[in-house]
């Protein structure tokens, strides 16, 4: 089990509504990174975050920002919701240092957008 | 670009069959490999890795040879067990990349039965 922590675990929201998820890092990480992966789908990149800064992010639009904060744990908000939001949203979180540090991912939260 | 190919789940077994998963990728660089497994209702656990070609990533029994000619990671274990049903993950990271991006397949939904 990793050090990883999401909440919530389920949430469900009505379209044109707006969404926070948070993410608490796995102890000494200071990257995080979060990923959407829809029913069926592999997870999709949508940014990442490195000391309190937006370090790259996918191809996903304005409406999904992000927040890390001094103790490294972060926040994903989603803007105007919609229902091809619906999806698992996973928080992985590293050293720095690319490919050669492994990322731990949480559990994720399960959002259902109606 | 950046891409992932698994072959199309769900695969089906018997305890102690023979598993092989099938796994490709395209890559603008040098990638790293990986293969993810997440069980029922938990986020992604590292399976294995290899960041160079002919390197054999291998862990509880899964092995996975990095093969630059044929662009391929496959997975293969020898022997599965029931504990061993789960969705398996192919990934690929750019080694040339800091942000430590990853690229996931669609994933392969493995189930043994005794």
């Known amino acids: 089990e990793t050090g990883v922590t999401q909440s919530p675990t389920h949430l469900i929201k009505t379209r044109g509504q707006q969404v926070t998820l948070r993410c608490s890092s796995q102890?000494?990480?200071?990257?995080v990174s979060w990923y959407q992966q829809a029913l069926g789908q592999g997870p999709q990149f949508i940014f990442q975050?490195?000391?309190?800064?937006?370090?790259g992010r996918g191809n996903f639009p304005p409406r999904f920002s992000g927040l890390q904060f001094p103790n490294y744990s972060s926040e994903l908000n989603v803007n105007a919701l919609e229902l091809d939001d619906s999806a698992l949203y996973l928080c992985a979180s590293s050293q720095p240092g690319g490919v050669n540090t492994e990322a731990f991912f949480g559990q994720g939260t399960r959002l259902t957008v109606v | 670009g950046n891409s992932v190919t698994q072959m199309e789940g769900p695969v089906t077994l018997s305890e102690e069959a023979f598993l092989t998963i099938n796994c490709t990728y395209t890559?603008?660089?040098?990638?790293?490999l990986f293969w993810y497994v997440q069980y029922p209702g938990e986020g992604l656990q590292l399976l294995l890795k290899a960041t160079k070609a002919d390197d054999k990533g291998s862990n509880k029994g899964f092995e996975a040879t990095y093969r630059k000619e044929t662009t391929s990671f496959h997975l293969e274990k020898g022997s599965v067990q029931v504990s061993d049903s789960a969705v398996y993950f192919c990934?690929?990271?750019?080694?040339?990349?800091?942000?430590?991006?990853?690229?996931f397949g669609r994933g392969t939904q493995l189930t043994v039965w005794p």
């Open positions: 890559a603008t660089g040098y990638p790293s």
């Open positions: 990934a690929l990271a750019d080694r040339g990349s800091t942000l430590g991006r990853l690229y």
């Open positions: 102890s000494g990480h200071n990257t």
């Open positions: 975050y490195y000391r309190e800064e937006e370090n």
